[in-house]
């Protein structure tokens, strides 16, 4: 049997009802929504200059945003404001039709433009205003269209198609205070021409009682219109204008982005032909769609989380057009993101053009999010790895940057504890060691260095690594130990290199040349030592006081190689008395002269000591770190 025919009839909507359902959706915020006013602006002048076969440059394109606040007779009022205007006959063929692809174009069909089904900003002003309405003049005629408190919506009853002087017009749209102050700007001087010539046509959308403003400060909706996705370019390239009641005219002008140090170059992707999807690939591009891009940006300041700023740490969709079908704030990617707060610093756009192919119907009405599809999900995926591979760089150079901060700061610790070092040394060991030798005065004088010490011994032919040193030998070294980093510090024994210590190496490390010449390296590759920058960082207290311990170990050991050279039996009793000794009055001298050193929580600030800790310190003056000790 065949398949019986079926008798079409038309569908019966009740359009009221219709209209309710999909509003909901549409129920945004303010600044989505004026972005949608601003669209349909730029469109219009779209529109203008292909009906004449004219380019209308963006410096003509003029638009006012305007809020007036609640009067003793007047209601709170948004308006946006063009100079294009438009007929009777589009405002039926088009204003007043409901989701229809071509409702931007009016008609044009090879015409780009902004708006996409021709239903956000109506949207708007029938969903988030208890009324509203379009307010046109072209050709000497005036309409107003719009919607009243029921929602139901027309030409207001009298202002159908009503020829009017271009005065009267201005006075009944409630702009005539504008004009004036408006054509007074020079950049608008191609306006002023055009009303000159008795040119004028103008559009005024408004909504009154708008919902959830409230005692809101209009500028920051004026300051979020700036950086909303859907509106960015527009008020980047047009003459967007933003007025409080019958304020000076501000003109709109997008933040200017600074892109991060070492990352001032857009990143660009080409979005491969197929993407995997679980077990299946999906088609990104074919013969009727080429292949897209995706393009990032860094910013030198981490977007905020949350508030106005926020709206920038986005992914913008481009259309193959010229708006915006669609923006995710990179949060809501849904992939497997790392580095998270490096994403902080990112934005960038995306140009697929297989997203606009009418058969998948993936741009959505609001152009908030794609249409959640195994294509748009591929896609997503993709760009957060794309992302990913960004912020890795993102994060190996900061690593690198606070290397370089650790070594400055490091630098500056360690020159500040060897000048009080020496001037413990010089006082201490003068008193400790006082009349050990007939007619030594005390201290280590010049060319006296500690000789060789643990680790090292001379033998036959060059030097082995057993058993302990003599401290007999003449020394070349410094009159105090020189305490330098290694894996940083110039090696002064090799002009133009360093010591590079491992792990296993001790936390105090000298080399047999080292032992003549009184030099000690602290290992910053210990794992101790590690740690604490890891965990930490080099500004820490901790980490102060790990370098502290380590002069503590070298003068104790100081302590050892100058008993042995004035003669003293190095019994345990000895040694174990003279370390109480050395021990006390080093840490003594630690407690008055170092106290902002151990104590403070900051004691260096841009790679100096602070005036504070520096002020603190009895032991040196010095502020800036001398590498020349």
């Not at 019994?571 to 006390?584: Q, Y």
Request: net charge negative; glycine share 8%; hydrophobic share 35%.
């Amino acid at each position: 049997m065949k398949n019986p025919k079926i008798n079409k009839i038309e569908a019966v909507i009740d359009a009221k009802s219709a209209l309710d359902m999909f509003g909901k959706s549409f129920r945004f915020d303010h600044v989505k929504g004026l972005a949608e006013w601003l669209k349909n602006s730029v469109d219009a002048y779209l529109r203008d200059g292909a009906a004449q076969k004219i380019h209308i440059p963006d410096s003509e394109q003029v638009i006012v945003v305007r809020f007036r606040s609640k009067t003793k007779t007047d209601p709170i009022r948004f308006e946006c404001i063009d100079f294009s205007g438009t007929t009777h006959k589009v405002i039926n063929d088009n204003f007043a039709r409901w989701f229809d692809r071509m409702a931007a174009k009016q008609g044009l069909k090879e015409l780009k433009t902004y708006g996409g089904h021709g239903n956000g900003g109506k949207f708007y002003m029938r969903q988030m205003f208890q009324t509203s309405r379009f307010i046109t003049y072209r050709n000497g005629h005036l309409n107003i269209f719009g919607f009243d408190e029921d929602k139901d919506y027309g030409f207001l009853n009298g202002f159908e198609d009503k020829k009017v002087k271009p005065e009267e017009a201005f006075k009944i749209a409630g702009i005539a205070d504008l004009i004036p102050q408006l054509l007074k700007l020079p950049e608008t001087d191609a306006l002023q021409e055009r009303f000159r010539l008795k040119d004028i046509r103008f559009t005024v959308i408004s909504g009154t009682k708008p919902e959830n403003v409230g005692m809101r400060k209009y500028n920051n909706l004026l300051y979020r219109l700036r950086v909303h996705p859907q509106a960015r370019n527009i008020v980047q390239t047009k003459l967007v204008y933003g007025v409080l009641d019958n304020g000076d005219l501000m003109r709109l002008e997008p933040e200017v982005i600074k892109p991060k140090f070492g990352f001032e170059d857009p990143v660009t992707f080409e979005i491969p032909e197929q993407l995997p999807y679980g077990k299946e690939y999906v088609a990104l591009a074919n013969e009727k769609f080429p292949k897209g891009g995706l393009t990032l940006f860094t910013s030198e300041e981490p977007f905020n989380r949350y508030g106005d700023r926020a709206a920038l740490n986005c992914i913008n969709f481009k259309s193959k057009d010229i708006g915006i079908i669609a923006s995710y704030k990179i949060s809501e990617l849904g992939g497997a993101l790392r580095n998270s707060e490096m994403t902080e610093f990112v934005y960038g756009e995306c140009e697929c053009p297989i997203l606009e192919d009418p058969d998948n119907d993936l741009v959505l009405n609001d152009r908030e999010h794609l249409a959640k599809t195994e294509l748009t999900d591929a896609l997503l995926w993709w760009i957060c790895e794309r992302i990913n591979d960004l912020t890795d760089k993102m994060v190996e150079r900061t690593k690198l940057e606070q290397q370089q901060i650790d070594l400055k700061n490091t630098s500056i610790f360690n020159d500040f504890l060897n000048r009080w070092k020496n001037g413990f040394m010089s006082q201490v060991y003068g008193e400790i060691f006082a009349g050990t030798n007939p007619g030594d005065a005390g201290g280590l004088r010049e060319g006296q260095g500690a000789g060789m010490g643990k680790g090292e011994t001379e033998g036959d032919g060059g030097s082995t690594t057993e058993g302990s040193g003599s401290g007999d030998q003449k020394s070349k070294g410094h009159k105090f130990p020189l305490v330098l980093l290694s894996n940083s510090d110039d090696d002064p024994l090799s002009p133009g290199n360093t010591v590079n210590c491992d792990a296993r190496h001790p936390l105090v490390y000298q080399r047999r040349a080292d032992y003549e010449h009184n030099v000690y390296w602290i290992n910053t590759q210990a794992p101790l030592a590690h740690k604490i920058r890891e965990d930490y960082g080099t500004e820490h207290v901790r980490w102060r006081e790990y370098m502290f311990q380590r002069y503590v170990d070298i003068i104790l050991k100081q302590t050892v190689h100058e008993m042995e050279k004035r003669g003293t039996q190095l019994t345990a009793d000895e040694i174990d008395n003279k370390f109480d000794e050395v021990s006390k009055r080093l840490h003594d001298s630690a407690t008055k002269e170092l106290e902002p050193f151990l104590f403070h929580e900051k004691f260096v600030s841009n790679g100096k000591i602070t005036a504070k800790a520096a002020a603190a310190s009895k032991s040196n003056e010095v502020i800036e770190p001398n590498n020349q000790l």
